[in-house]
């Protein structure tokens, strides 16, 4: 089993930035894929961004530029750092972790989330 505990979440203003941290422990060495989730009042649960353990990376479009996702395989965490704020980005934002991929079928593990508020 793996166990993912968010941070880093809260209230800010449009433009602002924040940066969520995601620690994974437990069996972490079956763990492939880490990445970001979110969602928002009365919509689907979308991936955000994801980061392989080698480092490969991969982004939803309305976030690439604005939002970098990073992992520490020392500490088995992994950062997502948000840029340039909008109020549509308002959510709970969700770690998720997979032995193979964060496409397709839900990931194996999901943190508890974590509320991140962009006000106008």
């Known amino acids: 089993q793996v166990q993912l505990a968010e941070s880093g979440g809260g209230l800010v203003q449009a433009g602002g930035s924040l940066r969520l941290s995601c620690a994974a422990s437990g069996s972490t060495v079956s763990i492939a894929v880490m990445g970001w989730y979110r969602q928002a009042p009365g919509k689907e649960r979308e991936l955000v961004a994801g980061?392989?353990?080698?480092?490969?990376?991969n982004y939803a479009d309305s976030m690439k530029g604005r939002f970098t996702i990073s992992r520490d395989n020392a500490k088995n965490t992994v950062y997502l750092q948000m840029n340039n704020l909008k109020p549509e980005d308002t959510a709970v934002y969700y770690c998720?972790?997979?032995?193979?991929?964060?496409?397709?079928?839900?990931?194996?593990?999901w943190g508890q989330g974590t509320q991140v508020t962009v006000s106008s």
């Open positions: 998720a972790a997979d032995k193979f991929a964060l496409a397709g079928s839900p990931p194996d593990y």
């Open positions: 980061i392989t353990r080698g480092g490969r990376t």
